[in-house]
């Protein structure tokens, strides 16, 4: 069958998004000698990480570097970081991201957000040489002005920071939930509370909500905020009957930061510091006076608190709606591709691991159109960002119409060693990291 990648040469391989991944997809393009356009909402590349920047990653330094972005930016003389280390995302940003997107050049646009993405002269109802028509980009300036942009293919890592999930049951937004938002009750994951955030703090109450990293990560900070303003009270609310799977692996995490997260979050539970509410679903929310009041079905019927603050940790989901007109394939429950959304669905397998996938897998019948990153994990959690390495090398050698390349897909990640729906895994034991290809027999899952 023919496609777009060859009739089209002349045009770039549009990404959407300046992160880790789309970086790295824009850096095995090139090595491939095709055109990479990156368009970058923000306005600085990595827009999405400078605003959790104050957070140290549980992956050190090797796990975070992809190999074409290494070989580029070794040409210019960067200095690679200790790779034993584990950067706060503001050094992801200041030591990699920031000097991969200088060695890029020209091709990597801030202040661009991308709106809709679509086939030119098509809608989605037309299918008359659709695989062989270019994609139409449609982008908003700052300005509020917008162009259309022609793509030979598009490949999206916009992430899922900007979504995050709601706090109310069903999915669904709470009563009020909007409206405490906007009023800035509710405040964005993952606030620096010990940081620049500190003053709206410290000395009050704050309700946490949530139960992963993002959780564990706000929780451990506000609590350093109490030992320095012991009149900060902290509570933290939860779903499940009990907060023991948010401690994840612990000392069988194959990543040594990821386990202790786990056991200092469980250290500061048994201290007593932290107020836990557990089977908490949350009904509703009113303003009280400057406060919030939360309305809850828990353990003994309805519950209600009243904080001054609440910070949501409640996982992402990815935001569809720009991709209405394409041919998507999307598994019902995650919001992952097809194809992938089996491999990680965290109601059956949340290891950590995930099995080897590369382009084929990310397709759509929308040929060229890739998700990937944290985007193409859709509402699963355990997305590391050397997933999306491998990712975009496979989809960039498809891309170039290396086939074998694309399908020879390596993945060497490091294992929770026990599951939960949002720390990780349900192995049993960690296991050594694999490598395994394509069209060999699948490794067992461990779940
Ligand atoms: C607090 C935290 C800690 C994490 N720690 C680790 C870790 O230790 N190890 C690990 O491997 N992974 C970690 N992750 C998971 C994941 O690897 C990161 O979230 C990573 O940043 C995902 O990279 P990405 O490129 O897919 O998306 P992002 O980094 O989210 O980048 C997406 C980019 O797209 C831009 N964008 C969004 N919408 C548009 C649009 N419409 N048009 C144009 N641009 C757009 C955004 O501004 C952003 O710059 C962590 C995640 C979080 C939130």
């Given at each position: 069958m023919r496609d777009i990648t060859r009739d089209h040469q002349d045009l770039p391989v549009v990404i959407i998004g300046a992160g880790p991944v789309g970086l790295a997809a824009a850096a095995h393009v090139r090595e491939w000698g095709l055109t990479a356009l990156v368009l970058e909402a923000g306005d600085t590349v990595a827009a999405a990480i400078r605003e959790w920047g104050h957070t140290r990653l549980f992956s050190p330094w090797r796990y975070n570097i992809d190999a074409a972005a290494r070989r580029l930016l070794e040409a210019t003389g960067w200095q690679e970081p200790d790779l034993e280390e584990l950067p706060t995302g503001h050094e992801l940003?200041?030591?990699?991201?920031?000097?991969?997107?200088?060695?890029?050049?020209?091709?990597?646009?801030?202040?661009?957000?991308?709106?809709?993405?679509?086939?030119?002269d098509m809608d989605k109802t037309r299918g008359h040489n659709r695989a062989t028509t270019p994609f139409l980009v449609r982008v908003a300036r700052t300005d509020g002005s917008f162009d259309d942009l022609p793509a030979r293919s598009v490949i999206d890592a916009s992430g899922t920071w900007a979504q995050h999930n709601p706090l109310g049951r069903s999915g669904l937004p709470a009563p009020g939930?909007?409206?405490?938002?906007?009023?800035?009750?509710?405040t964005q994951p993952l606030p620096a509370v010990t940081g620049a955030d500190r003053e709206r703090?410290?000395?009050?109450?704050?309700?946490?909500?949530?139960?992963?990293?993002?959780?564990?990560?706000?929780?451990?900070?506000l609590a350093d905020l109490a030992r320095e303003v012991p009149q900060t009270r902290i509570s933290w609310a939860v779903r499940s009957a009990d907060v023991s799977r948010v401690y994840g692996g612990e000392d069988r995490?194959?990543?040594?930061?990821?386990?202790?997260?786990?056991s200092r979050l469980r250290a500061l539970v048994e201290s007593e510091v932290v107020d836990v509410h557990t089977s908490f679903t949350i009904t509703?929310?009113?303003?009280?006076?400057?406060?919030?009041?939360?309305?809850?079905?828990?353990?003994?019927?309805?519950?209600?608190?009243?904080v001054d603050l609440l910070v949501p940790a409640t996982g992402f989901r990815p935001d569809?709606?720009?991709?209405?007109?394409?041919?998507?394939?999307?598994?019902?429950?995650?919001e992952a591709p097809r194809r992938l959304g089996p491999l990680i669905d965290p109601e059956f397998h949340s290891c950590g691991s995930v099995e080897p996938h590369g382009e084929s897998v990310l397709s759509?019948?929308?040929?060229?159109?890739?998700?990937?990153?944290?985007?193409?994990?859709?509402?699963?959690?355990?997305?590391?960002?050397?997933?999306?390495?491998?990712?975009?090398r496979s989809i960039a050698a498809a891309l170039a119409?290396?086939?074998?390349?694309?399908?020879?897909?390596?993945?060497?990640?490091?294992?929770?060693?026990?599951?939960?729906?949002?720390?990780?895994?349900?192995?049993?034991?960690?296991?050594?990291?694999?490598?395994?290809?394509?069209?060999a027999p699948a490794p067992t899952s461990c779940c």
């Amino acid at each position: 069958m023919r496609d777009i990648t060859r009739d089209h040469q002349d045009l770039p391989v549009v990404i959407i998004g300046a992160g880790p991944v789309g970086l790295a997809a824009a850096a095995h393009v090139r090595e491939w000698g095709l055109t990479a356009l990156v368009l970058e909402a923000g306005d600085t590349v990595a827009a999405a990480i400078r605003e959790w920047g104050h957070t140290r990653l549980f992956s050190p330094w090797r796990y975070n570097i992809d190999a074409a972005a290494r070989r580029l930016l070794e040409a210019t003389g960067w200095q690679e970081p200790d790779l034993e280390e584990l950067p706060t995302g503001h050094e992801l940003v200041d030591e990699y991201l920031a000097p991969l997107a200088a060695a890029l050049g020209d091709v990597v646009r801030t202040g661009v957000r991308v709106v809709a993405v679509s086939r030119q002269d098509m809608d989605k109802t037309r299918g008359h040489n659709r695989a062989t028509t270019p994609f139409l980009v449609r982008v908003a300036r700052t300005d509020g002005s917008f162009d259309d942009l022609p793509a030979r293919s598009v490949i999206d890592a916009s992430g899922t920071w900007a979504q995050h999930n709601p706090l109310g049951r069903s999915g669904l937004p709470a009563p009020g939930e909007t409206e405490a938002a906007a009023s800035g009750l509710i405040t964005q994951p993952l606030p620096a509370v010990t940081g620049a955030d500190r003053e709206r703090f410290a000395g009050r109450h704050i309700l946490v909500v949530g139960a992963g990293h993002s959780a564990a990560n706000t929780l451990l900070d506000l609590a350093d905020l109490a030992r320095e303003v012991p009149q900060t009270r902290i509570s933290w609310a939860v779903r499940s009957a009990d907060v023991s799977r948010v401690y994840g692996g612990e000392d069988r995490d194959e990543l040594a930061a990821r386990g202790a997260l786990g056991s200092r979050l469980r250290a500061l539970v048994e201290s007593e510091v932290v107020d836990v509410h557990t089977s908490f679903t949350i009904t509703g929310f009113e303003a009280a006076g400057g406060r919030l009041r939360v309305l809850a079905n828990g353990t003994t019927g309805s519950e209600e608190l009243t904080v001054d603050l609440l910070v949501p940790a409640t996982g992402f989901r990815p935001d569809l709606s720009m991709l209405t007109e394409l041919r998507l394939e999307l598994d019902p429950a995650v919001e992952a591709p097809r194809r992938l959304g089996p491999l990680i669905d965290p109601e059956f397998h949340s290891c950590g691991s995930v099995e080897p996938h590369g382009e084929s897998v990310l397709s759509h019948p929308d040929a060229g159109f890739y998700i990937v990153g944290m985007k193409s994990y859709g509402r699963a959690p355990t997305f590391l960002m050397a997933t999306g390495y491998e990712q975009v090398r496979s989809i960039a050698a498809a891309l170039a119409g290396d086939r074998a390349a694309a399908d020879e897909v390596h993945l060497d990640l490091p294992e929770t060693g026990v599951c939960s729906t949002d720390l990780g895994g349900s192995c049993d034991a960690p296991v050594e990291p694999q490598l395994v290809t394509v069209g060999a027999p699948a490794p067992t899952s461990c779940c």
